[in-house]
């Protein structure tokens, strides 16, 4: 391949659950661009919330395929039309939501060779899906599957020894069963499975592309030793299945050119390489450059996760999950998940706080550390950590008695607190103890939630000077791959982040705060644990 010397840009993108983003880097990292599509503002035709469609079950969620291919378009002609210098770009790759799935019904890769630029993609591409409506990692509506797969694999342990989590609702592999025994059609017609990852490198390539290692960590269906698909796994999902998936990659590898229809319609150089795109938890961990035991990640976006580095794997049969690493192809990383994130915080703003972060933000000002003993659990949606359908709110006072509401202040600090002890509770039971912490996410622009963070896992904060970093991990992987491929063999991730900017202090813990959220963890615990067995 030529080595073209203008082509000194790399390009991040993130399909996330609410919004399509782009960050592009130059070769020192220094961010020189930065677009983005939100779903439900930019695309109302699709009538989505958050994103997504939920099913009247309130255990299904899915969202239009077609809407992503047109949040492509759109972004990237956004760019253009901001001059950004997209006949720079030497390498794209990026992140998708994890988990979620995208149907493409045979006869689809030839839609798909043949683009033509005349037409925008979603003209092209409407009838290519056999099952137009993905099932995202929202969707909880799976439980008998994964009650099945533990069933045939041995149990949750062994199911988490081979996938690295045990079976849960989100994970492809049991939305692909649920698929295979509820809508037959949909699957026999299905000529490949892609995740959100492989699906928008798909646009850009014009073909199929592979999954990569780390995302297909998340699907119930992945050997993360062998990194290859466990045929135990694949046999009791559904038949034909390795087939319709193809074979995971490396993250760092190259899926191909760019097609010639994004050369033509937006000025791309032919030679532009697609890197193999990732989930965002790995893109962020990527972007947030955790490589030691201890870095802590905190991702306060739609969903929130805690993760980190990990370099040796103890899948657990109860929670947390662990994939394979997406820039160190020999080490791993772990993730806590939490579907009551960011919409859930919102709620309690519109509910206690006039629908003002300000306000709220006051309200946190205002109260004392561990909130005088009151305690509450927030299941806006049906949670993943720990595992509770059901929804609704519960509360208990100081000494422990359930109780019908809070006052506004109180039920602020609550939503707040809860998470955070949460988040230290179940991710010390996977192994991950923070002694730094990397606040990321469209909440860590709020300097009071950072501020209890750090208060209750008792370390500092540290901020990027922009929240997303998955887009941002996403450029960064792209000039890794892209060196990766030039040389002719793995380099290591650390050689390419020699010039990356230093991150910021954003909070300090206070160290009484840090003692009385320690000594409420063992009852936030017992709480927990009653609400469990009462149901919310
Ligand atoms: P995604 O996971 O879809 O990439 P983002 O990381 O962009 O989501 O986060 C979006 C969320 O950030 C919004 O739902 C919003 O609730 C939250 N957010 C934005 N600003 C603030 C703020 N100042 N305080 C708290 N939350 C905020
Ligand atoms: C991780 C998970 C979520 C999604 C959000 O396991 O389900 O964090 O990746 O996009």
Known sequence: MKNRKHLNYFFGLDSSTQSLKATIIDSQLKVVAECSVNFDSDLPKYNTTGG?????????????????????????????????????????????????????????????????????????????????????????????????????????????????????????????????????????????????????????????????????????????????????????????????????????????????????RYGFDADCLIIV???????????????????????????DTVFGFLSKPVPSASEGHIFVNPVDPKAYMALVCYKNGSLTREHVRDDSADGSWEKFNKYLKRGKSGNSGNIGFYINEPEITPPILTTGITRYDSAGRRVKSFPPAVEVRAVVEGQFLSMRLHGENIGLKARNILATGGASANKGILKIMADVFGVPVYVARQTSSASLGAAYRALHGWICNRGGKYVPYSKILLAAPPFKKAAVPDKKAFAIYSSMLKKYAELENKMMVQGA
């Open 52 to 264: 997504v469609h939920r099913g009247k079950d309130g255990l299904t969620v899915t969202a239009p395929a077609l809407m992503w291919v047109e949040a492509l378009d759109l972004l990237l002609k956004r760019m253009k039309k901001k001059h950004i210098p997209l006949n720079r770009i030497a390498a794209i790759t990026g992140s998708g939501q994890q988990h979620g799935s995208v149907w493409f019904k045979k006869g689809a890769r030839q839609a798909l060779r043949h683009l033509t630029d005349g037409m925008t993609l979603s003209e092209q591409l409407k009838h290519i899906f056999s099952v137009k409506d993905s099932p995202v990692w929202m969707d909880s509506s799976t439980t008998k599957q994964c009650k099945q797969r533990e069933k045939a694999m041995g149990g949750p342990q062994a199911v988490a020894d081979i996938t690295g989590s045990r079976a849960y609702e989100r994970f492809t592999g049991n939305q692909i069963a649920k698929m295979y025994q509820k809508n037959r059609t949909g699957y026999n017609c299905t000529e490949r499975i892609a995740l959100v990852s492989s699906f928008i490198p798909t646009l850009l390539t014009g073909d199929y592309v592979p999954i990569d290692v780390s995302d297909g960590s998340g699907m119930n269906l992945m050997d993360i030793s062998s990194r290859k698909w466990s045929k135990k796994a694949l046999d009791c999902t559904a038949p034909g299945l390795s087939a319709k998936l193809g074979k995971p990659e490396l993250s760092h590898k190259v899926a191909g050119n760019i097609h010639s229809y994004f050369v033509e």
């Open 277 to 303: 795109f990732s989930g965002d938890n790995p893109n962020s961990l990527a972007g947030l450059r955790l490589q030691r035991p201890g870095d802590l990640a905190v991702s306060l976006g739609t969903s």
